[in-house]
């Protein structure tokens, strides 16, 4: 893939992550990331998300922590902005 598609996007995502959560560091753009593709995925192919929960469910306990500290994040940046 190209290298100078591959910087943009990550500006984007870098710019998505700081409007959505108020600050943006490669940990909560990773974060972001794994958020959008599991919600995506989840919508998607309900199936195959259900299957992958089963089969992992400490990686499951992960993934709702990781939506819960976007979430908390986010509230609290919209709180900032009213």
Same mark, same amino acid.
């Given at each position: =893939?190209?290298?100078?598609?591959?910087?943009?996007?990550?500006?984007?995502?870098?710019?998505?992550?700081?409007? +959505?959560?108020?600050?943006?560091?490669?940990? +909560?753009?990773?974060?972001? /990331?794994?958020? =959008?593709?599991?919600?995506? =995925?989840?919508?998607?192919? *309900?199936?195959?998300?259900?299957?992958?929960?089963? /089969?992992? *469910?400490?990686? @499951?306990?992960?993934?709702?922590?990781?939506?819960?500290?976007?979430?908390?994040?986010?509230?609290?940046?919209?709180? @900032?902005?009213?």
């Amino acid at each position: =893939m190209d290298e100078k598609f591959i910087e943009e996007f990550e500006t984007l995502i870098a710019n998505y992550t700081d409007l +959505l959560l108020g600050k943006e560091d490669e940990e +909560l753009r990773n974060k972001v /990331k794994i958020w =959008m593709l599991y919600s995506s =995925m989840s919508k998607n192919m *309900p199936g195959l998300v259900k299957h992958w929960n089963a /089969k992992f *469910p400490e990686s @499951k306990q992960v993934i709702i922590n990781i939506i819960g500290e976007i979430k908390t994040l986010n509230e609290i940046e919209r709180q @900032k902005r009213k």
